[in-house]
């Protein structure tokens, strides 16, 4: 009789071990009695993540982004941008694990919009009657993500660091002496290639949530030039809200501090914009990469 209480009182340590495990590693927040309060999912489009499969993410500054396979993304600035310049980007997920990188290529064409912005009346960008060349920049960027907080834990929202390095070159024809840099300094930092000055970056990112339905992200970028080792400084936050799972508004500043060949400059910008995701499933955010 001892024998078989000794083996009943094993078998339920045993039982209630692995239950108790069980529940701890790996909750189905389904049949969980308790409320839970699940996560919304960390915005991704600075970082190494890809959008996943078939979802389209439509955004009014930010790039529209669409998951093209699991490990394949496809961005392009549109909204404001795409009838004055062209664009397309292709972004590959290499390596997903607690690491994450990826790379980007991309290439634009920013002539139509020059000529624009030359007709302005203003000389604010470029100086009237400047002849603009035909001009194709093409942009690489290698991007490395690290998770900060690893979990399964439905409660616990990503928190993402991200480290970025890329290079824009641009092939133009003859530039006339009528076409000289920009007159709006605090672009020049981004569009030297334009004048055959190759422009290096490389930025820092921290992605995060703050409470159910507040997210953030704090970013800065650094461009150096092919002529100058610091051509200008960019740092922007913004605060996420996301009204459900699929529509999210955000809204921060942006500094912009400039020393380039021309003069040196700073600004601070506000930032707003809005993201919706299409063909997003009903399912919340399951676990790190979705599984």
Not at 9 to 25: H, K, M
Not at 62 to 77: H, N, T
Not at 237 to 245: K, Q, R, V
């Amino acid at each position: 009789m001892k024998r078989i209480l000794s083996l009943v009182v094993l078998i339920c340590c045993v039982l209630t071990t692995t239950f108790a495990q069980y529940y701890d590693n790996d909750k189905d927040v389904s049949v969980e009695p308790r409320k839970v309060v699940k996560r919304y999912e960390t915005e991704t489009w600075k970082t190494a993540f890809i959008a996943p499969k078939n979802e389209l993410h439509l955004s009014v500054f930010a790039p529209v982004r669409y998951g093209l396979s699991p490990s394949l993304e496809l961005q392009s600035y549109l909204a404001l941008w795409a009838y004055l310049t062209p664009n397309i980007y292709v972004k590959k997920n290499w390596h997903s694990e607690r690491w994450v990188f990826s790379s980007k290529h991309g290439l634009y064409y920013p002539t139509w919009g020059l000529k624009r912005l030359r007709n302005d009346g203003e000389n604010s960008t470029l100086l009237e009657g400047a002849e603009v060349p035909q001009i194709l920049t093409f942009q690489n960027e290698f991007i490395a993500s690290y998770v900060l907080n690893p979990s399964c834990n439905n409660e616990v929202p990503y928190w993402i660091a991200t480290g970025r390095i890329g290079m824009d070159i641009s092939l133009s024809g003859e530039r006339d002496e009528s076409f000289k840099r920009m007159t709006f300094y605090s672009l020049y930092h981004r569009t030297a290639s334009f004048y055959g000055d190759a422009v290096f970056y490389a930025g820092l990112q921290l992605d995060g949530g703050l409470f159910r339905k507040i997210y953030f992200n704090l970013g800065a970028d650094v461009y150096a030039l092919k002529s100058k080792l610091i051509g200008g400084l960019e740092a922007q936050g913004n605060l996420i809200y996301h009204y459900n799972n699929r529509l999210s508004f955000s809204a921060g500043a942006k500094y912009i501090k400039t020393d380039n060949p021309l003069e040196k400059e700073t600004h601070i910008l506000p930032v707003i914009d809005v993201c919706y995701r299409l063909g997003k499933k009903a399912g919340w955010q399951k676990g790190l990469f979705h599984k």
